[in-house]
């Protein structure tokens, strides 16, 4: 029989595995010094942005990366107290979270990440807060787009005018 501290090491490591197949990316972030009231906030506002916090053992955190076969550069953010955040959709809204808290709280600090199998680091993290939501990009694509049918409607809009006031002052010199 097993002892209850392998089971637990042995649960997080494949919530850990499974989090990383079933995920877009993670991002990993030292916590010490952050007082655990504000750590609570922190997980109600990822987990509002669609992502999961989640604090395991630095050897358990190591094994599971390892054994997924990825980037061996991870396991050098993994040291002291750290966390490892697990986000399914919208990396931008996670990110902007994560920095603004960043802003409040000056131990929190960002260690790098994940996103679909390319290395982030904290700059990549901190430039990811400062793009628009996927709707505001989605939105400025749709108006690109849309642009030069308009102006095409304008064009023809204004010649179809210019040709029924031609015909107009024809007409009235006719009479």
Excluded: W
Excluded at 55 to 84: F, T
Excluded at 134 to 143: F, H, I, K, N, S
């Amino acid at each position: 029989m097993k002892k209850i501290g392998l089971l637990v090491k042995e649960a997080s490591e494949n919530r850990i595995k499974n989090s990383l197949k079933s995920s877009q990316g993670m991002i990993i972030i030292k916590y010490s010094g952050v007082p655990s009231p504000d750590m609570s906030v922190l997980r109600k506002e990822l987990k509002a942005s669609g992502s999961d916090l989640f604090v395991v053992k630095n050897s358990v955190a190591r094994r599971a990366i390892k054994e997924l076969g990825l980037d061996e550069s991870l396991n050098k953010s993994i040291e002291s107290p750290c966390g490892m955040i697990f986000f399914k959709d919208e990396p931008v809204n996670v990110s902007k979270v994560l920095c603004g808290f960043c802003k409040e709280h000056a131990k929190l600090v960002l260690e790098g990440g994940l996103l679909q199998e390319k290395l982030l680091t904290s700059k990549d993290i901190e430039e990811m807060s400062k793009l628009p939501s996927r709707e505001v990009l989605l939105a400025q694509v749709v108006g690109a787009l849309n642009s030069p049918v308009l102006k095409l409607v304008v064009v023809l809009n204004q010649t179809l005018k210019k040709f029924v006031y031609c015909i107009d002052q024809i007409k009235q010199k006719k009479q």
